[in-house]
């Protein structure tokens, strides 16, 4: 079968794709140098894809593993325990999994089991497509507290290749550049695994926005000369108060947001924001092989006997962030009173 081209959807770039009866995953992994897409027909083969990060960014997590309850339909409570402790922190999964249980449930309870594929598929579509007009809003929303000339700085991915398609934060650097709002986008390379530099440097190149590469710890010196107006990063999970949890060096970024006088924004869907979770110390963070840590480009980068710790996410307070870029408008602090009011007015779920 030939490779989809990326683009080819109707939702535009997605790296997410059903065909036939199986799931095309674009692998993260290789990129920038290899497109590969790889065939899943088994929901392992989805749980694999996930903690590899060959499908990574708390939304893409969440469709593909709604696609994997589709592939496990046969078996749904075992796709269900498989798929569910992949990623710990990003919430997109959990709210993914649990519409997926419900549905089976009603299906079940309407004696329609026989259907049960079919009826996951439909779910699965609609919730691919769901995300990108989620994206394509939080887009809209924020390029608004924008400015011509801005320069923003980015960290880790949060981009197209992080959702179903269109990203959050990177939904939010298009659309202002559109806009005529921006100037240039600073790209955290984000280790250990290079999601900045290998990723969003990929799809900035594509998007033909300027942007330039710094090493996470030029962070500070770059935004102490001046050299950056706004920040606008993504989340993995958003607490009820409001707390963050994002890639790792996430934080320190918002750190020297509020030294230096810069607005720090994230940009997630209302499906990011856990409700059930008080605050950022409830929120579990994943902690990855220490491998990761002391290889780098293929060789490995400390002495053998090395320990190291591979903290995924960090959690930024709900004190340090001056917005939250949703689905449904930018929410200021009180973070508390105002995702509560996000939610009443949506409707209560997610999307
Ligand atoms: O470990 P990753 O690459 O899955 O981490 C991704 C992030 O931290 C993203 O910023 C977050 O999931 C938001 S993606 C729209």
Redesign the pocket.
């Known amino acids: 079968m030939e490779a989809p081209k990326p683009g080819a959807t109707a939702e535009g770039f997605s790296p997410i794709r059903w065909s036939g009866d199986e799931l095309l995953l674009l692998d993260q992994t290789l990129l920038p140098e290899q497109e590969v897409w790889l065939t899943c027909s088994r929901p392992r083969d989805v749980a694999g894809a996930i903690r590899r ?1 060959s499908v ?6 969440g469709v593909a593993a709604a696609y994997g309850l589709v592939l496990g339909a046969g078996d749904f409570d075992a796709a269900y325990n498989l798929l569910l402790p992949t ?1 710990p922190t ?1 919430v997109n999964l959990r709210w993914a999994l649990e519409q997926g249980r419900a549905l089976r449930d009603r299906c079940i309870e309407a004696g329609e089991a026989d259907e049960l594929r079919a009826r996951l598929l439909a779910w699965a579509r609609d919730l691919h497509r769901q995300d990108v007009e989620a994206n394509r809003r939080i887009g809209r929303f924020g390029r608004e507290l924008f400015e011509q000339g801005d320069r923003v700085l980015t960290h ?3 981009g197209a290749l ?2 179903a398609g269109y ?3 990177i939904g939010v650097v298009e659309a202002a550049w559109s806009a005529g709002r921006l100037a240039s986008v600073w790209v955290d390379e984000t280790r250990p ?1 290079l ?1 900045g530099s290998r990723l969003t440097t990929w799809e900035l190149s594509r998007l033909e926005i300027p942007h330039r590469l710094i090493t996470d710890n030029s962070a500070g010196a770059i935004i102490a000369r001046g050299w950056v107006q706004k920040i606008v ?4 999970r958003i607490a009820a108060n409001g707390d963050v949890a ?2 790792v060096g996430t934080y320190p970024v918002a750190v020297l947001a509020a030294r230096h006088g810069v607005p720090f924004y994230v940009a ?1 869907p209302l499906s ?1 924001i856990d409700r059930d979770t008080v605050s950022g110390a409830d929120i579990p963070i994943e902690e990855r092989d220490a491998d990761e840590v002391v290889h780098a480009f293929g060789k490995r980068i400390a002495p053998q006997d090395t320990e190291a710790l591979n903290l ?2 960090d959690v930024t307070p709900a004190e340090l962030v001056a917005a939250l870029i949703t689905d449904a408008g930018v929410l200021r602090p009180p973070y508390g009173e105002s995702i509560v009011a996000a939610f009443s007015e949506r409707g209560g779920s997610g999307h």
């Open positions: 990060l990574r960014g708390a939304p893409a997590i990623r990003a880790c991915n949060a992080a959702t990203g959050t934060a695994l999601q990063v993504g989340a993995d994002n890639k997630a990011t995924a996410f």
